[in-house]
């Protein structure tokens, strides 16, 4: 049991409401400061039942809810990040956020089922270090694609991320190509490839590999983009609309396939894998 998963699951979304001794754990949104019971606002998939609003998950907490129990088995754990640059205090925070994340990167890689389908599953997450795309991610990632390409599985991507890790420099940058061309041998070879945007996903992972699943993804109200508001305003001389770099506003631009609720997802996962196994049947 992961005893710190609550905190950590909630800790960029919600905070904690005080309570006294005898009452149940609550916690309140920030998006409508709704008093939520912390068990069930984890029923409800860390979705606020007033506002709607997602809160970010931990990586586990979304293999847990996705991945059929006790299926995932974690691949390339062993690869840890390094600092290529003697970037000031980078190895400090980096040992900090992997004591209290329990993680050694931004991302998590492995094989699972999930309606008794194997796939490769790789997440992403925001707690560490905003989902930066680092070496460490882009290796795992390119490891992920490559091993799923060996072993004709299709992949399931859950992105979020605030771009290239600015730590690391160039290394970063490179992880957009060296993904992309993963992906490309992954394609080649006729296998499917699944990305769920989820919020946030911007810079160079939506530049990169984000944008180039088979079929595209998004939770609601997820922001999506590359560059920031205010610079593209200051580029283009011109007021974006309000709801620019949402899921919906891509939707309706055609950039995203369809949007997903958090309580459908695996269930639409499950339907796409099981079209796509059909098809592979057929052939």
């Known amino acids: ?70 299926s995932f088995s974690e691949l390339f754990s062993n690869i840890r990040p390094c600092n290529p640059l003697d970037f000031e205090g980078y190895s400090e925070k980096l040992e900090t956020l992997q004591e209290k994340t329990g993680m050694k990167d931004a991302v998590i890689t492995g094989v699972c089922t999930i309606g008794g389908f194997e796939t490769c599953l790789g997440v992403m997450d925001s707690h560490f270090l905003m989902a930066s795309m680092g070496s460490v991610v882009g290796e795992k990632l390119t490891r992920l694609f490559e091993y799923a390409t060996r072993h004709k599985l299709p992949v399931i991507l859950f992105t979020a991320s605030g771009g290239a890790r600015m730590q690391e420099g160039m290394f970063s940058l490179l992880q957009m190509a060296k993904v992309s061309g993963a992906v490309r041998r992954h394609s080649d070879a006729g296998l ?8 946030p996903t911007t810079g160079g992972v939506t530049a990169s590999f984000a944008s180039l699943g088979d079929i595209i993804l998004a939770e609601p109200r997820a922001t999506i983009g590359f560059a920031g508001r205010r610079v593209i305003e200051g580029t283009i001389g011109e007021k974006l609309p309000d709801d620019f770099q949402s899921a919906e506003f891509l939707l309706a631009h055609g950039f995203c396939d369809k949007i997903v609720a958090r309580n459908q997802m695996k269930h639409t996962l499950e339907t796409l894998l099981r079209m796509h196994q059909r098809q592979g049947d057929s052939v």
Not at 192 to 199: E, F, G, K
Request: proline letters at 4%; glycine letters at 4%.
């Open 1 to 70: 049991m992961d005893l710190f998963q609550k905190t950590r699951t909630t800790s960029m979304q919600m905070k904690s409401a005080s309570t006294l001794p005898e009452e149940k754990p609550q916690i309140v949104c920030k998006a409508c400061g709704t008093h939520l019971q912390a068990r069930n606002y984890g029923r409800n998939l860390y979705v606020c039942p007033s506002c709607g609003h997602y809160a970010r998950l931990l990586a586990r907490t979304r293999i847990r809810i996705t991945a059929d129990k006790d």
């Open 192 to 199: 499917l490839y699944i990305t769920v945007l989820t919020d």
